[in-house]
C-alpha cells in the first residue's frame, strides 16, 4: 500500500506540473492533479495485484513441471 500511495504523490505532482504547463491554470492543472491520478492509482493498484496473481501462477506451473 505505501508503494501505490508514493505513486499517487508523484502522480499528483506530474499531472498537475504538465496541465500547469500546458494551460497556465491552476485550476485547471489541480483539477487535473486530482482525477486523472486518483484513477490511475487505483488502476494500478489492480495491475499490481493482477501481476502477482500471475507470477503466483507462473510458479507453481514451473513446479509442477
Not at 5 to 21: D, Q
Not at 44 to 54: G, L, S
Amino acid at each position: 500500500m505505501t508503494k501505490t500511495i508514493t505513486f499517487a504523490c508523484l502522480h499528483f505532482s506530474v499531472a498537475f506540473g504538465v496541465a500547469y504547463a500546458l494551460t497556465g491554470s491552476a485550476l485547471i492543472g489541480g483539477a487535473m492533479a486530482l482525477v486523472e491520478p486518483m484513477i490511475n492509482t487505483v488502476v494500478f493498484y489492480f495491475h499490481e495485484r493482477a501481476w502477482r496473481r500471475w507470477d503466483a501462477g507462473r510458479a507453481s506451473s514451473l513446479q509442477a513441471a
